[in-house]
């Protein structure tokens, strides 16, 4: 017999603990399932009867079931896909099947490229994206920070989707301020304008997120978003650079004692998501007929940063 999960998470980093955070309170007794690679994740997760999720002073045992990749026999009522935007084509096989009963499946990966993948590879599912809006931060297998905000913004480009209304409205009970949009497309910009600026300037300057509200940034700063509200028309949505540039402070302010996404991901030598974010500007603009843009020369910069940490072994 099948396992089944009414929850599955693929991914057990730090957003996705957060999400399995949030759904354990807003859907009591409910499995949540966790797809993690690594044999040594699943042992320590077994070990600890859960993830430690700390959050507003206090820290809470989320009760999960741990499975591998590779696991087979597992029905999912809901999917989320919470890695990195660069391992979800590494997922896909595990997403085919988990999700065949699946009402939703929701991707939350920074940047473009993994929606329109998995709209691809699921063209009869409710597959929608999830914008991001709270920090967290894995600290081992097992424990994960939960460093501030709670906000997820959720839409389908494919209409009506009453799975995802359901799954957002087990995230709202738990306490996640969960938005269902008619126009994703519009907040995922937005949040890539925040991305594009925050992550690798902090990856580069192995700082906290407040580095961006210097003096000294600002320049880079109204570079970086002058070109995304340029792919942004390319795209067919309209930016104001105005409102997208204090949306980008407000947003590095309020977490300016973070360390973003790709500066952690940098400072453990790992693969960052700047080709979904950065890069996925610079080659808008290429196919306008630019030669060059400040984002081609992030993303080269933050490639170049990666292979140094792959030649040396070290983070």
């Known amino acids: 017999?099948?396992?089944?999960?009414?929850?599955?998470?693929?991914?057990?980093?730090?957003?996705?603990?957060?999400?399995?955070?949030?759904?354990?309170?807003?859907?009591?007794?409910?499995?949540?399932?966790?797809?993690?690679?690594?044999?040594?994740?699943?042992?320590?997760?077994?070990?600890?009867?859960?993830?430690?999720?700390?959050?507003?002073?206090?820290?809470?045992?989320?009760?999960?079931?741990?499975?591998?990749?590779?696991?087979?026999?597992?029905?999912?009522?809901?999917?989320?896909?919470?890695?990195?935007?660069?391992?979800?084509?590494?997922?896909?096989?595990?997403?085919?099947?988990?999700?065949?009963?699946?009402?939703?499946?929701?991707?939350?990966?920074?940047?473009?490229?993994?929606?329109?993948?998995?709209?691809?590879?699921?063209?009869?599912?409710?597959?929608?994206?999830?914008?991001?809006?709270?920090?967290a931060e894995r600290v081992r297998d097992d424990y994960v920070k939960h460093t501030g905000g709670n906000s997820v913004v959720v839409g389908s480009r494919r209409g009506g989707c009453g799975g995802l209304v359901e799954l957002a409205e087990s995230l709202r009970r738990g306490g996640c301020d969960v938005k269902v949009v008619d126009d994703i497309d519009f907040y995922r910009w937005l949040k890539l304008g925040l991305n594009s600026v925050v992550n690798p300037l902090t990856a580069i300057a192995r700082a906290k997120n407040k580095v961006v509200l210097l003096e000294e940034a600002r320049p880079l700063v109204e570079m970086i978003l002058g070109e995304v509200v340029e792919a942004a028309r390319l795209h067919g949505v309209s930016l104001d650079k105005e409102k997208l540039l204090k949306h980008v402070l407000n947003g590095a302010r309020a977490t300016g004692e973070n360390y973003s996404s790709m500066a952690q991901d940098l400072m453990r030598g790992r693969r960052t998501e700047v080709d979904y974010i950065n890069g996925f500007v610079a080659r808008t603009l290429e196919s306008a007929g630019w030669n060059i843009s400040v984002n081609k020369v992030i993303t080269l910069l933050i490639h170049m940063i990666e292979g140094w940490h792959e030649q040396e072994g070290h983070g």
């Open 1 to 135: 017999m099948p396992v089944y999960a009414k929850y599955c998470i693929v991914g057990g980093g730090a957003v996705g603990s957060v999400l399995a955070f949030y759904l354990s309170r807003g859907d009591p007794g409910q499995e949540i399932a966790v797809f993690y690679r690594r044999s040594e994740s699943v042992k320590a997760i077994e070990r600890a009867g859960g993830v430690l999720v700390e959050f507003g002073g206090g820290t809470s045992l989320v009760r999960v079931r741990p499975l591998l990749y590779t696991e087979t026999g597992v029905e999912c009522g809901y999917v989320i896909n919470a890695v990195k935007a660069v391992d979800v084509p590494s997922t896909l096989d595990l997403m085919r099947s988990v999700s065949r009963s699946a009402r939703s499946i929701l991707m939350v990966q920074n940047g473009f490229g993994s929606l329109e993948l998995a709209e691809e590879a699921f063209p009869d599912k409710c597959v929608a994206a999830g914008v991001v809006y709270f920090g």
